[in-house]
């Protein structure tokens, strides 16, 4: 479960969900959606995704392969972005009807819609031996790591602000966006170092690093000289850098195959795309349901059985 947590503390950034929420697309002045903050579901036949619309916002369930889409009600809470607990279970982060914005999980057949306490640590090893966490100080923020028992800790980054460390799949590294300027995303660094915070070396320029499955690539975003924002790879041996296609808010398919992430559609509104991480193909998910505001189906009767699909494996 801490290992999940991990992953959705990472996903479910504050300011970032805030920054992409306040663009004007999906807004009241806009008739067509925008699709907000896609993620995967555990096998990877489904995104989770927050509509914004005309003042209002709302959960969706997308099928890759495609069909229809399904609407998850979250009475008196206006979700912000969510990601996947399980199979078959939703975290959310939203504001309620009394104005706060708090945490919540919610089943997908919208059911149990509860509090959600989340966990402060942003990555953790599969044994739970190392937890990483951001440490917020006065105009900056440094990665610590402590141990399993939470009592000693150990300052990895300081001089510039780091954030969302990552722990590589076999173990060994950590990956993070580095900024001498918080506020120059432009000068964002993707930089690996080992465990204990020796040996850093940036390998490319860019933000919001994560692992590939596989642990040989790292995804991220990227901006070029005209500051248009790149869904990238980089190569962790050789260093080579991909730019796969124009987006944001990029994540592995569980499989590394395919990356999702979001773009600007045609009418400025926000629109899911599933890129080939090899070939750069994309195909979007979204598009054809913008032409309507809730383009969805409700969720089937509890007596249409479903199979339950397998969930992530969880760190103990």
Not at 80 to 106: C, E, K, L, P, Y
Not at 110 to 126: E, Q, Y
Not at 136 to 159: E, F, K, P
Request: proline fraction near 7%.
């Amino acid at each position: 479960m801490l290992q999940k947590q991990a992953a959705l503390l990472v996903g479910l950034s504050i300011a970032r969900v805030c920054m992409c929420a306040a663009q004007p697309a999906g807004g009241a002045d806009h008739p067509h959606p925008m699709y907000h903050y896609p993620r995967w579901s555990p096998d990877g036949t489904r995104i989770v995704v927050v509509s914004i619309s005309a003042g209002e916002s709302h959960l969706l369930v997308i099928p890759v392969a495609g069909g229809s889409a399904r609407s998850i009600e979250t009475p008196k809470i206006a979700p912000m972005a969510a990601d996947w607990i399980s199979s078959n279970r939703i975290s959310i982060v939203g504001h309620s009807t009394a104005g706060a914005q708090t945490s919540f999980a919610i089943d997908i057949d919208g059911k149990n819609l509860r509090p959600f306490r989340r966990d402060s640590i942003a990555s953790a090893t599969r044994d739970s031996s190392i937890l990483l966490y951001e440490a917020q100080r006065s105009g900056g923020s440094d990665i610590v790591s402590t141990d399993r028992q939470r009592r000693a800790s150990r300052q990895l980054t300081r001089g510039f602000w780091a954030e969302q460390p990552s722990i590589s799949p076999d173990q060994r590294q950590i990956v993070f966006e580095k900024r001498v300027d918080p506020n120059r995303m432009d000068r964002s660094e993707v930089v690996v170092m080992a465990l204990d915070g020796s040996g850093q070396v940036t390998i490319a320029a860019g933000t919001d690093p994560s692992w590939s499955p596989d642990g040989k690539q790292i995804l991220f975003k990227s901006m070029d000289a005209r500051g248009m924002l790149w869904i990238s790879v980089v190569d962790v041996a050789t260093r080579a850098v991909r730019r796969l296609t124009l987006g944001v808010h990029p994540e592995w398919s569980p499989t590394g195959d395919r990356i999702l992430f979001m773009r600007d559609g045609t009418g400025g509104d926000g629109e899911v795309y599933v890129v080939s991480a090899s070939a750069g193909d994309s195909r979007c998910l979204t598009c054809s349901l913008a032409r309507r505001k809730r383009p969805v189906t409700q969720p089937p009767s509890p007596r249409e059985g479903r199979r339950a699909l397998p969930a992530k494996p969880e760190v103990r």
